[in-house]
T-cell receptor, first 112, second 112 residues
Framework: RKEVEQDPGPFNVPEGATVAFNCTYSNSASQSFFWYRQDCRKEPKLLMSVYSSGNEDGRFTAQLNRASQYISLLIRDSKLSDSATYLCAVGPSTDSWGKFQFGAGTQVVVTP | SQTIHQWPATLVQPVGSPLSLECTVEGTSNPNLYWYRQAAGRGLQLLFYSVGIGQISSEVPQNLSASRPQDRQFILSSKKLLLSDSGFYLC???????????FGPGTRLLVL
């Protein structure tokens, strides 16, 4: 089993719609969680950190479910510019210092 | 503010040739530094990480090596490239081992 798993998609989303997807992780001792956005042939860029209580940044909402070991990202009112691959990142536990685990990404395609 | 640089941006090398990729970080001191490889359509594979000068941890046995000759400089090397070394090489830094990682623009390497 992979340490971090994501549905590769693509999620085809009409402009203005809402899309949500999850990322599951295996290390229950992980302490930090993040969502990154990666455009084609570019480096990943931090979208948002994921906090235990859940957090919002504009149209983006991230949630953490420790019991079921997954994080989620919801995008409201999707824009064409939201088309990208979204990578989840799971930070290390104390016995795996420095070792972030990244998912392979979920591709989102927003259509007019 | 902090910035991270990588060069070259693209590289085409013959099988068996040497490799040297450089990464430098500005605007911070004692960063944690990381080298990742991303194969086409795949996730990020951690290759090396460093918590300080001369301190390198290797994650994947292979024909690559890393060095950190200065606090904010991280170099990825190979004596003889293989076809399987082709990919998108990303350098990243973080303030601590558990905090957000920030990526450089990457080097796209094609081994022929």
């Amino acid at each position: 089993r992979k340490e971090v798993e994501q549905d590769p998609g693509p999620f085809n989303v009409p402009e203005g719609a809402t899309v949500a997807f999850n990322c599951t992780y295996s290390n229950s001792a992980s302490q930090s969680f993040f969502w990154y956005r990666q455009d084609c042939r570019k480096e990943p860029k931090l979208l948002m950190s994921v906090y235990s209580s859940g957090n919002e940044d504009g149209r983006f909402t991230a949630q953490l479910n420790r019991a079921s070991q997954y994080i989620s990202l919801l995008i409201r009112d999707s824009k064409l510019s939201d088309s990208a691959t979204y990578l989840c990142a799971v930070g290390p536990s104390t016995d795996s210092w420095g070792k972030f685990q990244f998912g392979a990404g979920t591709q989102v395609v927003v259509t007019p | 503010s902090q910035t991270i640089h990588q060069w070259p941006a693209t590289l085409v090398q013959p099988v068996g040739s040497p490799l040297s990729l450089e990464c430098t970080v500005e605007g911070t001191s004692n960063p944690n530094l990381y080298w990742y490889r991303q194969a086409a359509g795949r996730g990020l594979q951690l290759l090396f990480y460093s918590v300080g000068i001369g301190q390198i941890s290797s994650e994947v046995p292979q024909n690559l090596s890393a060095s950190r000759p200065q606090d904010r400089q991280f170099i990825l090397s190979s004596k003889k490239l293989l076809l399987s070394d082709s990919g998108f090489y990303l350098c990243a830094w973080s303030p601590t081992p558990t905090e957000t990682q920030y990526f450089g623009p990457g080097t796209r390497l094609l081994v022929l």
